[in-house]
């Protein structure tokens, strides 16, 4: 009888304990366990991956964030120049300026006036190879009506 109350007593005493007092009562227990109640939550939110947990396998994650910078480079830029001489027909250059540099007439004839007066003038603005390009049509359909048309390009 006095065992059976005995152990109606300690069975009493269990229910009344939490998980932690428990776990304070036997020697398994680790210290940190013993001495430091488990919050309620710990690990990290589902909804909420990016804080505390990284990948939530327990490592800790961390992510660098980079602005991704375009990589087009700008070409270089070359300026197509058309010269004066005493020979060349102006209506050779109007048509040159129409044909290889896409002018109208009005602003080839402006072109080619504006050369005629100061002795050098613009006829575009190109990359590199489309500047070379448009040299290498204006000096060669000079040659062919013998004229001595001259075109250089210089970087911008
Ligand atoms: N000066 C030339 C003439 O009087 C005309 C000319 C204009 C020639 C422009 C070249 O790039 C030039 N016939």
Redesign the pocket.
Known sequence: MLLTMLLRFHYDRCLAMNFNDLLALTDEAPVAMRLAPVPAHAGPKEDDPGKGGGDGKGGTETGTITKTRPKTKRPNLYRVL?????????EF?VLVLQDVFNKSREEAMQI?LH??QKGVGECGVYPYEVAETKVTRVMDTARKNQHP?QCVMEKQ
């Open positions: 058309l010269l004066n001489d005493d020979y060349t027909p102006m250059v080619m050369v005629h048309l």
